[in-house]
């Protein structure tokens, strides 16, 4: 099994499509989602359960996610009992209200991996936050802890959202930049890696409304996107990514600070810029970030 460090990109495949789960894995997303939830209709979660777990099986060495059904559906249990294997990175679970349902979560993967031998602990989780009740409890959720600690970070779902708040999303988003910044904000706040934003849905052949989409995100504190299609992904990883740029740039600031620390000063001017220890550190950030990616 992968660890997970980052997730730039993170494409959903359906699970009762083993034929794609192959052609994912072979994609650049930084991690692939099999999808046992709304990709899978609910005559076909049974038959469906020992596919995923084969395929889970089968690419130890890519990371790769699950998309379990919620915990009210009845469906919860009987995917965790099938599909928490060794090799399995994380689980992503939906409609995830309450810090509560955390600790649920938890016991319930606990049971599983006891039952299996498994080390306690190995099966991250990255809930969904998808109604305005998770959005309004979300620092909540995150900063939930668990023994063991699994909380990767959470997932955006507009969809469902703007379903519970009876809107339409629309190409320009304005309508999405509060949950989205509560999302992130509360992350942060919260000391969890930043979180994946929601699949862009509206126009699958709108390459720049797509950039559009991520700069939004980025900007707001994203660390990466849900895909639901493989163009998506080549975009999400540059958008997401430092540039030659910022790399060059952050180089050059690292070093300079260091000297300047060295010899006794906290805050220089660098081609007419004030650096200082948050400069710095964003810097520092950016270079761990290229280091992990080139």
């Known amino acids: 099994m992968k660890e997970l460090e980052f997730i730039r990109t993170a494409l959903f495949v359906p699970g009762n499509r083993p034929d ?23 005559s076909q979660k049974k038959e469906t359960r020992p596919v995923v ?15 379990i059904n919620a915990l009210d559906t009845g469906f919860f249990q009987e995917d965790l009992d099938a599909v928490v294997v060794e090799g399995l990175s994380c689980v992503m679970v939906p409609k995830v209200e309450a810090a509560a349902q955390i600790l649920e979560i938890n016991r319930g993967l606990l049971e599983v991996e006891a039952k299996k031998g498994m080390r306690p602990g190995s099966v991250s989780i990255i809930p969904l936050i998808e109604s305005a009740l998770a959005v309004e409890n979300v620092f909540q959720i995150v900063s939930q802890r668990t023994d063991p600690e699994r909380l990767f970070t959470v997932a955006f779902g507009a969809a469902d959202f703007a379903l519970d708040m009876g809107f339409e999303i629309t190409k320009t988003g304005e309508e999405l930049f509060y949950p989205r910044a509560r999302i992130a904000v509360a992350c942060r706040a919260a000391g969890v890696k930043p979180p994946l934003d929601t699949p ?19 900007r707001l504190g994203f660390q990466g996107k849900l895909c639901i299609h493989p163009n998506q992904i080549d975009i999400c990883n540059r958008l997401f990514s430092p540039t030659t740029e910022e790399i060059e740039y952050a180089q050059k600031v690292v070093q300079a600070f260091d000297e300047a620390e060295a010899g006794g000063s906290a805050a220089i001017q660098l081609d007419g810029k004030f650096v200082d220890y948050p400069v710095v550190e964003r810097c520092r950030r950016i270079l761990k970030m290229a280091k992990r990616i080139f």
């Open 53 to 67: 777990r084969e395929k889970i099986l089968d690419y130890q060495e890519r990371p790769v996610l699950v998309r």
């Open 200 to 218: 862009f849905m509206i126009d699958l052949k709108d390459p720049e409304a797509l950039e559009a989409d991520i700069k939004r995100a980025c």
């Open 20 to 42: 794609r789960v192959d052609k994912a894995v072979d994609t650049a997303a930084d991690v692939v989602i099999i999808d046992l939830e709304d990709a899978v209709p609910y």
